[in-house]
């Protein structure tokens, strides 16, 4: 099994900052893509940012210039810097990652989500 547990986020006012960490672990041979995605109330998953295995970001354009993904392959984390929040970011961050087993297979995990929620 893997896992991904995700850490940060909570309360924050609106123009203010925070930090979301995920850590996957479990039978891991490789992990490539890591990535954040955002579900507001009644609404579906979007993509907020990922990152490649080679470290190259992709945002979402709400996302560009204020928040910034990154990794650290060697603990299998990933973070994500959010700056400069807006009260519609809300929701639940939702941590993923694309991963490789020992089989040679390749699967995505999903982590159980951490809420954000930015206040006006």
């Known amino acids: 099994q893997v896992q991904l547990v995700e850490s940060g986020g909570g309360l924050v006012q609106a123009g203010g900052s925070t930090r979301l960490s995920c850590a996957a672990s479990?039978?891991?041979?490789?992990?490539?893509?890591m990535g954040w995605y955002r579900q507001a109330p009644g609404t579906g998953r979007e993509l907020v940012a990922s990152?490649?295995?080679?470290?190259?970001?992709v945002y979402a354009d709400s996302a560009e210039g204020r928040f910034t993904i990154s990794r650290d392959s060697a603990k299998n984390t990933v973070y994500l810097q959010m700056n400069s929040l807006k009260p519609e970011e809300t929701g639940v961050y939702y941590c993923t990652a694309e991963y490789r087993r020992a089989s040679g297979r390749n699967y995505r995990a999903w982590g159980q989500g951490t809420q954000v929620t930015v206040s006006s």
């Open positions: 990152i490649s295995k080679d470290d190259v970001p």
């Open positions: 479990g039978s891991i041979v490789t992990v490539n893509a």
